[in-house]
């Protein structure tokens, strides 16, 4: 199943993105998720399997400079 995170699972997204990126913290992980679940532009999906989140998606509106684009 795939849902739209709420903020009590900022900290399950957290932990998976610990897991792509090890060399970071979990809790600056989870307040920038809780972040992006609280913004209007942006959003957390959440993939469960049974009752385990096994990945995640964020997904958000820039409208700053992103290298590469115009």
Do not use: H
């Amino acid at each position: 199943m795939i849902k739209q995170a709420v903020i009590e699972e900022a900290g399950s997204a957290a932990y998976l993105a610990l897991q792509l990126w090890p060399e970071n913290n979990l809790e600056t992980f989870e307040a920038d998720m809780k972040n992006y679940i609280l913004s209007e532009d942006a959003v957390i999906f959440l993939a469960y399997e049974g009752q385990d989140a096994i990945g995640f998606a964020q997904c958000q509106l820039r409208t700053d400079y992103v290298e590469g684009t115009d």
